[in-house]
C-alpha cells in the first residue's frame, strides 16, 4: 500500500530544491539558504533534523561530516502539490484547471501544443 504524504511545506521546499539537484554537507546547505532565505546556521540545522525524522531526506557519514541527500523525489513532491490544488480549487476537475488558466490568458502557442501532444499521449495509451 503507498503511503500517502502531505504536501511539503514552503521552508522544506527550500531545503529540498538545494537538495534534489545533489547531496550537500550542513555547511552547504547553511550556505545556500543563508543566501536565498537569510537563514541562520540554527534555521537549517532544526529544518534538516526534522525533515530527517519525516523521512524526506537522509545523510551518510563522511568521517564526521554529514552528507544529506532527498529521499523523496522532486517529481513525487510535484504531484502531491498538484493532486492538492486540483482537489483544493478546481474540485478534483481538470478541466476547470485548464479553462481557468484559459481564461485568464495565460497559455501561450507552446503551452497548448505542449498539451495537444500530451492529451494524444494520454489517449493512445487508452487504446
Not at 73 to 87: F, G, H, I, W, Y
Request: net charge negative; aromatic share 6%; glycine share 6%.
Amino acid at each position: 500500500m503507498e503511503e500517502k504524504r502531505d504536501a511539503l511545506s514552503p521552508s522544506e521546499w527550500r531545503v529540498m530544491e538545494c537538495l534534489w539537484p545533489g547531496p550537500k554537507t550542513l555547511m552547504e546547505l547553511v550556505g545556500l539558504l543563508k543566501d536565498s532565505a537569510g537563514w541562520a546556521k540554527s534555521t537549517v540545522t532544526t529544518m534538516v533534523r526534522r525533515m530527517e525524522e519525516k523521512g524526506l531526506i537522509t545523510y551518510e557519514l563522511s568521517g564526521r561530516t554529514k552528507i544529506f541527500r532527498a529521499v523523496l523525489a522532486r517529481e513525487d513532491a510535484a504531484a502531491v502539490e498538484t493532486d492538492s490544488l486540483l482537489e483544493r480549487a478546481f474540485h478534483g476537475s481538470v478541466g476547470l484547471l485548464v479553462s481557468s488558466l484559459m481564461d485568464r490568458s495565460s497559455l501561450s502557442k507552446a503551452d497548448i501544443d505542449e498539451l495537444y501532444a500530451i492529451l494524444d499521449k494520454a489517449e493512445e495509451g487508452r487504446k
